[in-house]
């Protein structure tokens, strides 16, 4: 894998999946330095966290303290971004609304991993659905980790 030096998780609103994997990616110490980034894909004003995943968050000692979304913009793509969504749908529009979202930059993060299924949104769930997600994103992120590691 091309060594990036932006990696940019982007969700619905930027709320709950992908400040999840942005805070476990960060745990975790990479061959070549990353900024972390997380935008959503509909963010009419900054939000904080949601409330179950900060819960689910903190209850694993992942911590974004003063989080705040931000809403995906042109600015966020270049040659050395890796821009990952949660679901197919997520990287389709992107694609389709960004001119300067390339195919290979723009990846599904479970399928990128080679994981089966997507991350599905806990949103409106209970306090174990935000739980099953972030396992989930959990071992999707340690795989990208041994990717990003291996290098070109």
């Not at 110490?29 to 966290?49: A, Q, S, Y």
């Not at 991350?119 to 739980?131: A, H, K, M």
Request: net charge negative; hydrophobic share 40%; charged share 25%.
């Amino acid at each position: 894998m091309k060594a990036y030096k932006r990696i940019v998780f982007v969700a619905g609103s930027g709320t709950c999946r992908a400040p999840m994997a942005a805070g476990i990616l960060k745990e975790y110490t990479l061959k070549n330095p990353v900024e972390i980034i997380v935008r959503g894909l509909v963010v009419l004003f900054p939000e904080p966290l949601n409330q179950k995943a900060e819960a689910v968050m903190i209850s694993n000692g992942t911590n974004l303290e003063g989080y705040m979304s931000s809403q995906i913009c042109e600015d966020d793509f270049d040659d050395d971004t890796l821009v990952l969504t949660m679901e197919a749908h997520q990287r389709q529009k992107i694609l389709d609304k960004f001119a300067a979202a390339k195919a290979d930059s723009v990846q599904v993060l479970t399928e990128l991993v080679g994981d089966e299924l997507e991350i599905i949104d806990p949103y409106g769930g209970t306090l174990q659905s935000y739980g099953l997600c972030y396992e989930t994103l959990s071992k999707s992120i340690r795989k990208l980790v041994k990717l990003l590691n291996e290098g070109e």
